[in-house]
């Protein structure tokens, strides 16, 4: 069966050509929840990026570890304004498990 995007509930009519390569899952997000929902994925993921950083408990590591995380989340939110990555389910499980990742560990040491 064919799914519908919200997108298309905001086409003038229902009979107007949709064009199925011009997608943005950023625009996507914000056509569905709206600028308060939105703004409050950004916070979560937000928090998600920082927890490393402020983090006292956790598993420690290095700075080069969570460098690479944040690139590869950098990646794939790079990778939603052209294409379909959240969509794809390997996609949308890599970033999942880079953010659960990110929510375990800190760059801090534990107190001595």
Request: glycine share 6%; with cysteine.
């Amino acid at each position: 069966m064919y799914k519908r995007q919200v997108s298309q509930l905001y086409l003038d009519s229902p009979d107007a050509p949709w064009i199925v390569q011009v997608h943005n899952d950023w625009l996507e997000t914000l056509a569905t929840f709206g600028s308060v929902g939105s703004s409050l994925i950004w916070l979560a993921l937000l928090l998600v990026l920082i927890r490393p950083l402020f983090a006292f408990d956790g598993i420690r590591s290095r700075w080069g570890f969570v460098a690479f995380v944040w690139i590869a989340l950098g990646g794939c939110m790079v990778h939603a304004i052209v294409d379909f990555p959240f969509q794809v389910y390997s996609i949308l499980f890599l970033f999942l498990v880079l953010c659960a990742v990110l929510s375990v560990i800190t760059i801090r040491k534990s107190p001595s």
